[in-house]
């Protein structure tokens, strides 16, 4: 087995899995596509590096769709970008970490018909000021109320091991039209977490940019 799967193109054995698991994930409603890069342990040797691979994951059908090799994790996008002409993103949610929250992923996972959710952090600090200003204290009675109209809120409150988890999901399409470099983007959220006990609590907030219609923000978050 070890003298045939080594004479066999590595690229098409890569495909074969990855359209068997695609057709399960193409089955599914609003099928989510996690972007993730991993370094292989015990993949390094004395005359090459450890193999860096980027993958995309579909965690409803416990399967992973593609997997590309990356020169190491700064080379993560250029890998994505390639993935995603393959990729049947149509009608799925692409998911990340703030690496892959960059204009021309968006870009292109919008251009085929889907739809993307990215942690937004200080590689793109003119959007998180734009996000932080779309949840700061309004200046008028006016101004909240518009802002309340436009506000899909969840939460959750979760008691583990002693301590209180509080989480906060808010959405907005305000932003929608004012964010000249960021034209795919239809509504941005910010996820707030309260953690510890009753008598301490730590509060952490992280923005969120998303690619997806408001009457499917339930079903992502």
């Not at 899995?17 to 989510?32: D, H, I, L, N």
């Not at 002409?85 to 970490?97: I, Q």
């Not at 409150?157 to 795919?184: F, M, N, Q």
Request: glycine share 6%; with cysteine; charged share 25%.
């Amino acid at each position: 087995m070890h003298e045939l799967l080594c004479r066999l193109p590595a690229s098409e054995i890569e495909k074969a899995p990855g359209a068997w698991v695609g057709e399960f994930a193409s089955a599914q409603a609003s099928p989510q596509i996690v972007l993730d890069g991993k370094t292989l342990r015990a993949s390094a040797g004395s005359e090459y590096p450890a193999l860096h691979l980027l993958a995309a994951y579909c965690p409803q059908v416990g399967g992973v769709l593609a997997q590309l090799p990356a020169d190491g994790k700064d080379n993560e996008i250029t890998a994505a970008k390639a993935m995603l002409k393959a990729l049947p993103v149509k009608g799925a949610v692409v998911t990340g970490d703030a690496m892959f929250c960059q204009r021309e992923l968006c870009a292109a996972i919008s251009s085929k018909d889907g739809d993307f959710l990215f942690v937004v952090k200080d590689n793109q600090p003119a959007l998180v000021q734009d996000i932080e200003a779309a949840f700061s204290p309004p200046f008028s009675p006016k101004e909240r109320l518009e802002r309340e109209k436009s506000l899909s809120r969840h939460e959750t409150v979760e008691k583990k091991h002693g301590r209180l988890e509080y989480r906060s999901l808010e959405a907005t399409p305000i932003l929608c039209g004012y964010l000249d470099k960021w034209p795919h983007v239809k509504q941005v959220f910010r996820l707030v977490r309260r953690r510890g006990t009753n008598e301490e609590m730590v509060a952490a907030q992280t923005p969120i940019v998303l690619h997806v219609p408001n009457d499917r923000f339930y079903c992502i978050v």
